[in-house]
């Protein structure tokens, strides 16, 4: 179900108001005028039913210090609000069938922020704000505290009165919020009011009256004329090349982002770090998060911890989120007042639930949904977010490496056998390379090419001490010397349980070197490769001695291998990030300027 196809409402207002009996009537009156229609009970957390039932009392926004309590129960209260939100737009969308959605929740985010009262400008408020932009209209139920006592009977009337305040003070600081008067009007008279301020709203949204559209025009024409400065993007990534533990293809394509952004943009990467602190690095500023003393894997939680209330911080127009495990996601659509672009180099969440036994995926999968763009590198993975994100729009834009010419990389001949990547035993396959290169008595040897964490290299140390044979492992390979060890390889094997993309692949293809990989679905866009069943050690050890032994071959498929990586040039990806981000920025904030396009090349 898109966004643009379901109308999300709020009935919001202090006890003795009427919202659960305006809700039904909202949701039977929507209902006639052709909407499928799903309502929610959006108020209480699990601590208010469970843990500490009762009544409760407004608060005013408060002005010091706020209570750890209050402010850990509003987080936890919006949380909720949020996934309650979600399911019932899934539940609507579900019903649809071809028909408009909407749907009615009974209270919302403005009762949230009367009821905790968290200051202005605290992460609890910016949360409450923030689903309130889901909401296409908020309607506030209003009467005298006398008219709410009577209806009531549980609250007193100074009680309601502070309610009233409350409720009249927050609704001035969310959009589309309308206020209808209770006080002596009939359930029904109410009711068809609301319903026709629904419709305007649906209507609003369908079609944009003329007075929208002059408005945003002389919005941006101020802007212009303000001398607005580019928008300005974040680019988080727990991943970067000085990464002790990673340093990956995700760090690789991070930088290639920030490089062709910053050619249009004000960009800011969020990366990992020791410890806090910033750098400028070829007109890209750096903000380094202090989660790296904590190794890779706690450093990844810390990082998943730290940037939504780092994306609360940081000034932004846009922000692109590439997914860290174990979780992918860092749900940055419920903290970042602008738009959040998930970037998913890797979804990690089953192969992380395989290896701990821990259900990430389950937490992945909530996450999704609540992105509206989203960027994976494969066909296989836009059909994977499609399942679990209806609403989003899923755009495919799959890694890229630089052009080299055939002539001159000499396809066929070779000396080694290569892998290059991340020493990782069980995702990278090692154990089932090493295996396979035992069995198949290959003399050609067979280097390894990569680093990782301390306790993969050691395993990987031990692996290489049962194997024995002419398997050598080389360390990290950056540079001429990565490209010397492509240029003099016969094949690259790549024999991975789970990838993304498999840039190292593709980077052996434009030196015009077959790869051997596991038939992976994310791994299908290669052509000059060879495919082996999954995880079938005999199967690889035969491949890899008839590839070893078969020069001819080499030749045929690293000229078709060439020929698939000269469609990966950065050119086109650069194009595709560009529009995506010209696309979301709000207009007055692009900075358009000639000769940036072939610049990004």
């Known amino acids: 179900m898109s966004r643009q196809r379901c109308l999300v409402l709020a009935i919001s207002g202090p006890d003795g108001s ?22 929610a009970y959006c108020y209480g957390c699990v601590l208010c039913r469970r843990v500490v039932p009762g009544r409760s009392r407004p608060h005013a926004p408060a002005a010091g210090r706020w209570p750890w309590p209050r402010r850990a129960h509003a987080l936890l209260d919006a949380t909720e609000l ?44 910016a949360l409450f704000a923030r689903i309130s932009r889901r909401y296409d209209l908020v309607l506030l139920l209003d009467a005298p505290p006398g008219v709410l006592a009577a209806r009531d009977r549980e609250h007193s009337r100074g009680e309601l009165a502070a309610w009233r305040d409350s ?11 309308a206020r209808l008067d209770t006080s002596a009007r009939p359930p029904a008279a109410v009711a068809a009011e609301a319903a026709a301020l629904a419709s305007n709203a649906w209507a609003a949204r369908t079609r944009p009256g003329p007075g929208r559209a002059v408005s945003e025009a002389a919005r941006a024409g101020a802007g212009e004329a303000a001398g607005e400065h580019p928008g300005q993007v974040v680019i988080s990534t727990f991943d970067s090349p000085a990464n002790p533990y990673y340093g990956g293809g995700g760090a690789a394509v991070a930088e290639r982002l920030a490089r062709w952004l910053s050619r249009d943009f004000q ?25 790296g003393w904590a190794g890779p894997r706690a450093g990844q939680l810390l990082f998943h911890l730290l940037l939504p209330f780092t994306a609360r911080r940081i000034p932004h127009d846009l922000w692109i989120e590439s997914f860290t495990p174990p979780i992918s996601t860092s749900f940055l659509p419920l903290f970042s007042p602008a738009p959040v672009v998930g970037l998913a180099q890797n979804l990690s969440g089953e192969e992380m639930s ?19 763009d989203i960027v994976v590198l494969n066909p296989a993975d836009r059909a994977r977010v499609r399942r679990y994100s209806r609403s989003a729009t899923v755009q495919v834009i799959p890694n890229c490496v630089e052009q080299r010419p055939l002539a001159g990389q000499l396809p066929g001949h070779g000396e080694h056998i290569l892998f290059l990547g991340r020493i990782c035993v069980w995702e990278k396959g090692l154990d089932l390379l090493l295996a396979a290169y035992g069995q198949s008595g290959v003399a050609m040897p067979l280097l390894l090419a990569g680093s990782g964490t301390g306790a993969e290299e050691r395993k990987l140390a031990v692996l290489l001490a049962v194997t024995g044979g002419a398997v050598r492992w080389l360390g990290q390979a950056t540079g001429q010397h990565k490209q010397d060890l492509l240029e003099r390889c016969a094949f690259l094997v790549l024999p991975s349980r789970s990838e993304a993309f498999g840039l190292a692949a593709l980077e052996a293809m434009s ?9 992976l679905p994310t791994l299908r866009w290669m052509d000059g490769d060879v495919r082996v069943r999954p995880f079938d050690v005999s199967a690889l050890a035969a491949d890899l001695r008839e590839l070893a032994g078969d020069e001819r071959k080499r030749r045929e498929l690293g000229r078709a291998a060439h020929a698939t990586a ?18 979301l920025l709000p207009p007055r904030r692009v900075a358009e300027r000639p000769g940036n396009d072939a610049a990004c090349r």
């Open 18 to 39: 009427g919202k659960s009996s305006l809700a039904r009537e909202l949701a039977g009156e929507l209902g006639t005028r052709g909407f499928a229609v799903a309502t």
């Open 82 to 125: 949020a996934v309650r939100l979600a399911w019932a737009r899934l539940a609507a969308g579900r019903r649809a069938h071809g028909r408009p959605a909407a749907v009615v929740t009974d209270r919302g985010p403005l009762d949230g922020l009367a009821k905790f009262g968290p200051p202005p400008g605290s992460l609890a408020a």
């Open 167 to 177: 409720y009249r003070g927050w609704a001035r600081r969310l959009p589309s919020c």
């Open 267 to 291: 960009v800011t990467v969020v990366t990992a770090g020791r410890r806090a602190g910033t750098s400028l690095r070829a007109g890209v500023r750096y903000r380094y998060l202090p989660v």
């Open 354 to 372: 395989r290896r701990y036994r821990i259900p990430f995926f389950l937490v992945e999968r909530l996450g999704l949904r609540l992105y509206h």
């Open 511 to 519: 030196y015009g070197r077959p790869v051997i990989h596991f038939d």
């Open 566 to 583: 000269a469609h990966y040039g950065p050119e086109e990806a650069a194009e595709r990030y560009l529009a995506l981000v010209r696309r």
